[in-house]
């Protein structure tokens, strides 16, 4: 005969765990009877904007913001339409999504994992918002990625560059516009062979964290195929701010190529420190000595102002192209702010229409039917060229910008100039390819 | 050998900041006993200070030059500095160019406002208050004053130019050369560091506030308001700190955050030194930066994964085990 042993301590205990129980999160209980996550019941629908609004990418985060109130001003039908008039796919009306005018939230990624993690899920679970989107690194990318395949919702990403987001920590609910460490190197290599010759030692330094590893691992693959070497790879701390101690042996390493694979405030430095060393002076192996920066940036170049005169980089997009998508693009957003709007800005607020337009194909806001719709569809009109979302790991492939500093900036947003558009067929790879090796994308989760 | 001494180099260079803003840290521990961690925002306002200055310096008047556009296709304004046409191309030019060293004239009489204000509005509420207090006071005065600064200047990173005839670098040997800018910013951190020290060794009034460091009771009971001159030394202290960020902005262009980057190291400094030790700071300043520097060489990253991030921390406890005063500290202070 079984004996029921009442104690306080047990009634607690009990207690405890039926009460955490009740408070799970409403995503996995509330929104169930309506077959996925937040499924918009009113005349309204919610975005969740997921951007860095303090810290060091607070600028990159502001810009990214500014192309997200632009997309929803364009979205309901505001503005002069943006790009929703060069956009291949006509499904988008100016009425908002399938009928409902588009409201936003917005959340502080602060660019840490933990942080970005907790505003998603707040606008995810109080705000009711349906779709994340933002970011301005790659850490924080695949942490928020994570949540929204838990949460069941889509993630559009913002910047992010590691290969790693649609490689090894893919998810059947993200989705990347932005182009990737693999597509930099592919690019990048051919014009650094074209301008510098196929003889040269490259020096890289490396931030110490996913994006730096992958861009690492994609430049010295693409340049070594085509016969440079790499002498050395130094992996410095992401919180590093004087790289002079890292800069100085490169001085006599006999390399005459130093490869900054930094980003934000850490490229900002150490290419000002790599400067002040002389070594754009140096001549080495009886060349030139070069630097080069793989993933540029508008807000970073001018951060590190008249040093990147001459270094050559890659972009995703640049407020210059000639298409008549950016054209729209550049002249909605200066004329609403002013300014040309930076990579970041472009390609959260082409995230922004792409999820739009998504959802109006499918006749749906269920996220495995967004998924579907983006899942190999092809588009063009939104500044990039043609472009595909490839099904097998939901990474747009496009072409990529090849750029350089530019010699006589004619304003402080004209630092870089265009020297060579790469097409998307050289900077494609296959679904398995080893530097994107190790995960899957499982299926999609509607959150029900 | 060249690699020895390059490092050696970058470790004085790094621990002329380390040793200026720690300097700072302690004498204002030394004199008024309180824990300050919003010195390196002062650090960080200096460097802003520059940032003002060529900001004034740049201000401009607009000109349309209508055989250029714009990004948006409009005719394009340009923009010409009013020191340029006050004082010609040239001239003009060469004051923008060397606004950093003139920054330093700007900077004094604005970081010694900045220090009488934060000791005499805030921190002096705070003398009889435990240092756990102190700390959490000027720790949220330091993110208050970060925060005031991301919002008027940004949160990227802002650069301020060595003027051109000191950039570049001098060979130094045959084989070894070295940004000039940097070897500016010792020689600087060493006349700041002399000065200080001549101050204090020197002069009346530096003899009082050593006096007061020592025995503070004992002075004020020989009729000296040394509350007063404490006063002083906060904003003598606070100069320091900025003069040193001033001069710091070349090297790395000034961001909101740098205050904070150099915060803890410099009270790792400071407490590796020896509390309220000044010789104690300096010293442990160019050790701890040298160290740092040889950390960082690929050859010892290889021997010991990792030494890099965690050297100056790793010497703090084994000089706090095998001396628990640090370097240099006097018996009964902190203690």
């Known amino acids: 005969m079984s004996k029921l042993n009442v104690t306080r301590r047990g009634v607690i205990k009990t207690g405890a765990v039926a009460g955490a129980g009740l408070a799970l999160p409403t995503y996995l209980s509330a929104a169930s009877h309506s077959g996925y996550t937040n499924a918009p019941t009113g005349s309204t629908v919610t975005l969740g904007f997921n951007v860095p609004q303090t810290g060091p990418y607070a600028d990159e985060g502001a810009d990214e913001l500014r192309a997200y109130e632009l997309a929803v001003e364009h979205l309901n039908g505001g503005g002069d339409g943006g790009m929703l008039s060069t956009f291949s796919s006509k499904a988008l009306d100016g009425t908002g999504i399938l009928g409902k005018k588009v409201e936003y939230v917005t959340g502080d990624t602060q660019t840490k994992s933990d942080a970005a993690r907790a505003s998603a899920k707040s606008m995810i679970e109080k705000d009711g918002a349906i779709m994340i989107t933002g970011g301005s690194s790659s850490g924080v990318a695949i942490a928020v990625q994570g949540l929204c395949q838990e949460a069941g919702v889509i993630f559009m990403a913002g910047l992010t560059h590691s290969n790693d987001t649609t490689g090894k920590d893919k998810k059947a609910n993200g989705f990347r516009h932005f182009f990737n460490g693999y597509m930099s190197g592919a690019a990048l290599a051919p014009v650094l062979a074209k301008m510098y010759g196929n003889d040269r030692k490259a020096y890289h330094l490396t931030a110490d964290y996913t994006w730096g590893w992958t861009q690492q691992e994609s430049i010295a693959a693409a340049t070594e195929a085509l016969g440079w070497e790499t002498v050395n790879n130094v992996l410095t701390p992401l919180a590093a701010t004087d790289f002079s101690s890292y800069i100085a042996p490169v001085l006599n390493s006999g390399a005459d190529v130093l490869v900054l694979n930094h980003y934000g405030g850490n490229m900002v430095n150490s290419l000002t420190n790599a400067v002040q060393f002389g070594l754009r002076e140096k001549v080495v192996n009886g060349k030139d000595f070069e630097i080069v920066v793989p993933l540029y940036s508008r807000l970073m170049a001018k951060g590190a102002g008249a040093n990147v005169k001459g270094i050559f980089g890659s972009t995703n997009w640049h407020w210059s192209l000639q298409d008549e998508g950016s054209k729209a693009f550049v002249k909605s957003f200066g004329t609403k702010y002013g300014f040309p709007p930076s990579q970041a800005a472009h390609t959260c607020y082409v995230q922004t229409l792409l999820y739009a337009d998504a959802a109006q194909r499918a006749g749906s806001f269920n996220p495995c039917a967004i998924a579907e719709a983006l899942e190999g569809y092809e588009f063009d009109g939104l500044g990039n060229g043609p472009t595909l979302y490839r099904a097998e790991d939901h990474q747009c492939f496009k072409d990529v910008l090849v750029v350089k500093g530019k010699d006589n900036p004619t304003s402080e947003f004209d630092l870089l100039e265009i020297v060579e558009v790469t097409p998307r067929a050289q900077v494609e790879y296959a679904p398995d390819h080893p530097m994107f090796a190790g995960g899957s994308l499982g299926s999609c989760n509607p959150g029900a | ?335």
């Open chain 2, 1 to 335: 050998m060249d690699a020895i001494i390059l490092q050696v180099l970058n470790g004085l260079d790094k621990g002329s900041a380390y040793a200026l803003i720690a300097l700072g840290l302690t004498l204002i521990f030394g004199t008024l006993g309180v824990v300050n961690f919003a010195h390196g925002a002062l650090f960080m306002i200096g460097a802003f200070c520059s940032v003002t200055l060529q900001r004034i310096l740049n201000l401009s008047f607009e000109t349309v030059d209508p055989t250029k556009t714009d990004f948006l296709g409009n005719p394009l304004k340009v923009k010409t500095p009013y020191v340029e046409s006050w004082f010609g191309p040239e001239m003009g030019s060469t004051i923008i160019d060397w606004s950093v060293p003139l920054a330093i004239l700007f900077a004094i009489p604005i970081m010694i406002l900045i220090g009488f204000v934060m000791e005499r509005g805030l921190i002096k509420h705070f003398y009889k208050r435990p240092h756990a207090d102190q700390i959490l006071v000027t720790f949220g005065l330091a993110i208050v004053l970060q925060e005031v600064i991301k919002y008027f200047y940004g949160a990227n990173p802002i650069q301020t130019p060595a003027p051109e005839a000191l950039t570049g670098v001098a060979q130094l040997t045959s084989t070894i050369v070295y940004p000039i800018w940097r070897i500016v910013y010792f020689c600087f951190a060493v006349a700041i560091i002399g000065a200080v020290f001549a101050f204090l060794q020197f002069t009346t009034f530096g003899m009082v506030v050593r006096a007061g460091m020592a025995d503070r009771e004992t002075v004020g009971l020989l009729g000296i308001d040394i509350d007063k001159r404490f006063t002083l030394m906060f904003g003598l202290a606070a100069a320091v700190a900025g003069l040193a960020g001033v001069m710091y902005g070349p090297i790395n262009a000034p961001n909101y955050h740098m205050g904070m980057d150099f915060l803890v190291l410099s009270f790792v400094v400071v407490v590796v030194g020896g509390m309220g030790s000044l010789p104690g700071a300096v010293a442990a300043g160019f050790l701890l930066g040298i160290l740092e520097s040889f950390a960082s060489m690929k050859e010892v990253i290889t021997l010991v994964p990792g030494i890099n991030q965690i050297i100056i921390y790793l010497v703090a406890i084994v000089i706090l085990l095998t001396r628990p005063r640090g370097l240099m500290g006097r018996k009964g202070v902190m203690e």
